[in-house]
């Protein structure tokens, strides 16, 4: 048999011979995964934090909010695509090569009993009780990992389409899936930067084994002692198949090995910048808010004391700009959703597509309080915000 020859070669690839994990397309993904992923996080943090000094000062470096969001928008097609040719590939996988256990089996990414009881000794093995599991091709924290991204990318992917194209999805679906969408992308997308960067990181590339970093997924090839060692079940199955002698290659090269050094560290390195970044917003972010709003300013001074209507004393600047940043910047801060730009006093006061939205002294004919009045807009203000803006209008709409 053509096979059985072959392994007897096999010998040739010890100790240095290398047998490959990921093929190109493979390797070629995980990058662009990377790269949309750090861009999206990038972007998208200081978009859900956008009360944030940090934030703020951000935005004014990279020409605003909108800048960020135009940046937002484009890593997320590149994620949509990356997301779109892995599916593409399984299905071709599949139908085409007619490839056998997908969804089901030693080399499958589902979940499978094995994997629960793989976990199992894995804790006691920790424990210092029992040996370490045999793994197989992919190990039950890699399938969780993987089976995360999916189910993100079902969640956070529906959610920021739904709000990128909320006209169409408020003409659709009530108002509140809006609303909700952009709970659970911002929330959602959150816990993910949190998993991947902390988690994942952890999982693939902090492992004692494979400490500092597991370059596998950018060479795709590891070295047969490495397969034998740590994932045994594998070595099994590709020596009995007698594919390991097939699959034997060469080490990779050194300006592969690196590339994905340096590759992989600065991808680490922006991960764990992004996720101090966040922490630290997400933990300050109450006292954040507030130092924004009115209780930071003098307490005395011309504006309480001149003070004759409830509203004279309010401004854009202190407290209806923050209050719409908060309530209506997901939405209306390019001019993309009803031409309305909330972002700035100016384009504020430009208004939307049907004209000024904030009329001074006249509340009942702003638009911005007419729409809000009813309730149920995507974007809604709570009954204390709708009465500032009504009183801010009414004393003018001051700067
Ligand atoms: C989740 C998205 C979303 C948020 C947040 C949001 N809006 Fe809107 N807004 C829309 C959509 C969609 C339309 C267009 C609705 C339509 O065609 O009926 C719109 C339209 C408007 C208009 C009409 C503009 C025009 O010229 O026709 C005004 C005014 C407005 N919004 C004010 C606000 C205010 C004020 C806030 C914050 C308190 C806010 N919106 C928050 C989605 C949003």
Known sequence: MAIATETTTETRLEPDGHYWRFNLLHRISHVVLIVSFLGLAATGMPLRFNQAGWAIDFSHRVGGFDAILLFHKAFAILLTLVFAVHIGYLFWLGLVKKQKGILWGPTSMTPQPRDARQLVQHFKWFLGRGRRPKFGRFAYWEKFDYLAVFWGMMAIGLTGYVMWFSELAARLFPGWILNLSLLIHSEEALLAAWFIFIVHFFNSHLRPEKFPMDDVVFTGRESIEELQEGRPAEYARLT??????????????????????????????????????????????????????????????PALTTTTTPGAD?????????????RCSTCHTDSSIAGLNLSSYESAMAGGRSGPVIIPGDPDASLAVVVQRPGGHPGQLDADGLSALVAWIEAGARR
Not at 247 to 259: R, T
């Open 314 to 326: 309010l401004t854009w600047d202190w407290d209806i700009g923050p209050l719409l940043a908060d």
């Open 240 to 301: 009995e198949a007698g594919m390991l002698a097939a699959a034997g290659g060469e080490a990779p090269p050194l300006w592969l090995k690196n590339s994905a050094r340096i590759g992989g560290w600065s991808a680490m390195v922006v991960g764990f910048v992004l996720v101090a970044l966040t922490m630290y917003a997400f933990f300050t972010e109450g006292s954040v808010s507030e130092a924004a709003g009115p209780p930071d300013r003098p307490l005395v001074g």
